[in-house]
């Protein structure tokens, strides 16, 4: 029934225990394996997760093109509090879209920009979370089926130990004959990060008029030598991994490699930063409604909200969290405006026309 992605079902067993920044339990941490079918029945028992047997109307199925270390311990308080067993298709953007029209035992597509979902409304339940009151106002109404759940800053991400003296601080040096070859970033068909990207290089290199960016677009792919990265994670782990020397991506993920202790650094782009708001989506025709409504008030409630800005690395929807140490406020970054209705009604044209620069550095092959 479930056929794209890769299906995660998670539930942890452990042993210790560290407090809960959550504030309401302790929240057990994985530090081993269990080895046994016979511990396992056993933890499941006492702790009360879940029976990998239950059946989807007891549970709820999410898919989602987050990190999958980002959702674990999200899902799986969420687990604990409400008792609802969650069951979580790890894909890509455009496949959680496709899962959403094709299949109604998916119940929530966790992820995917309000920009990279574009026309897809229409799919989505139209739900107003209990928190909508202490959302910013910017990320209030921005269509039907939409509720906000993490601001997601485009970057770059460079490998400090093999970048050596090239100077990276925006798009512009992207270009440096130098990087040729050495650049990941992810086709914006298939990864909302790229895609969001793209709209940042449009409207940056083009001075507000996308239209006048795609020269520049054009010769950032020539400096892609060819490499198109088959997801939005092959970028980032790939810089953070030494295999590129810097990548298009987003805040949270390079902040993940930082906390790994993997040698990166952030970049803002000196030519600006396009900031957008990923979602929650509710399948209009899903089967378990209330479950699905839980889960979006859950995930954009003050405690999951301030876990996800303090420990990994997002910002926060809500005017009552403070963002992590490790990203640096908005008033000291150019932060670029968009037209959102501009970008939804030309996402496929743009998306076309990129196919068309990678088949021509391609000899013609398309990704």
Same mark, same amino acid.
């Given at each position: 029934?479930?056929?794209?992605?890769?299906?995660?079902?998670?539930? %942890?067993?452990?042993?210790?225990? $560290?407090?809960? %920044?959550?504030?309401? +339990?302790?929240?057990?941490? &994985?530090?081993?394996? =269990?080895?046994?079918?016979?511990l396992i029945g056993i933890l499941v028992g006492v702790f009360g997760f879940g029976s990998r047997n239950t059946s989807h109307k007891e549970r709820l199925v999410v898919a989602s093109p987050h990190p999958v270390d980002f959702v674990k311990p999200l899902i799986h308080e969420f687990e604990l509090e409400t008792?609802?067993?969650?069951?979580?298709?790890?894909?890509?953007?455009?496949?959680? $879209?496709?899962?959403?029209?094709?299949?109604?035992?998916? *119940?929530?597509m966790w992820g995917g920009s309000v920009l990279s979902v574009g026309k897809n409304t229409d799919n989505f339940y139209d739900y107003r979370c209990k928190s909508y009151d202490n959302i910013y106002p910017a990320y209030q109404n921005? &269509?039907?089926?939409?509720?906000?759940?993490?601001?997601?800053?485009? $970057?770059?991400? %460079? /490998?400090t130990d #093999?970048?050596?003296?090239?100077? #990276?601080?925006?798009?512009? *040096?992207?270009? /440096?004959?130098?990087?040729?070859?050495? $650049?990941?970033?992810? /086709?914006?068909?298939?990864?909302?990060?790229?895609f969001e990207h793209l709209v940042n290089m449009l409207y940056a290199m083009g001075q507000g008029k996308p239209e006048k960016g795609w020269d520049y677009v054009g010769k950032l792919v020539n400096?892609?030598?060819?490499?198109?990265?088959?997801?939005?994670?092959?970028?980032?782990?790939?810089?953070?991994?030494g295999k590129y020397v810097v990548g298009l991506t987003f805040e949270?993920?390079? #902040?993940?490699?930082?906390n790994s202790d993997k040698h %990166?650094?952030? =970049?803002?782009?000196?030519?600006?930063?396009?900031?957008?708001?990923?979602?929650?989506?509710? /399948? +209009?025709?899903?089967?378990?409604? *209330?479950?699905?409504e839980t889960f979006v008030d859950f995930m954009t409630s003050y405690d999951t909200q301030s876990f996800m800005a303090k420990n990994l690395g997002r910002r926060s929807v809500r005017t009552d969290v403070s963002n992590s140490v490790s990203v640096l406020s908005k008033d000291q970054i150019n932060m670029l405006e968009v037209d959102r209705d501009e970008i939804i009604s030309n996402k496929s044209q743009?998306? *076309?026309k990129f196919n068309q620069l990678i088949g021509e550095d391609n000899h013609g092959k398309r990704d």
């Open positions: 029934m479930l056929k794209k992605g890769h299906i995660f079902e998670y539930n %942890v067993f452990t042993m210790g225990f $560290i407090k809960n %920044v959550f504030g309401k +339990k302790r929240i057990m941490i &994985a530090t081993i394996v =269990v080895a046994t079918i016979a008792g609802i067993e969650v069951e979580l298709i790890s894909c890509s953007s455009s496949e959680a $879209i496709s899962l959403i029209e094709e299949d109604e035992s998916v *119940d929530v921005i &269509a039907p089926g939409v509720t906000c759940f993490s601001d997601v800053p485009s $970057i770059l991400i %460079v /490998n #093999i970048a050596g003296n090239i100077i #990276i601080n925006g798009y512009e *040096d992207l270009l /440096n004959p130098k990087l040729k070859g050495k $650049i990941a970033f992810a /086709n914006p068909a298939h990864s909302s990060s790229s400096q892609l030598d060819g490499n198109i990265c088959g997801s939005s994670s092959e970028v980032y782990e790939g810089v953070a991994n949270e993920a390079a #902040i993940t490699m930082l %990166v650094r952030i =970049v803002y782009m000196d030519e600006g930063v396009v900031s957008t708001c990923d979602g929650i989506y509710i /399948n +209009k025709n899903t089967k378990a409604l *209330d479950k699905a743009w998306i *076309d």
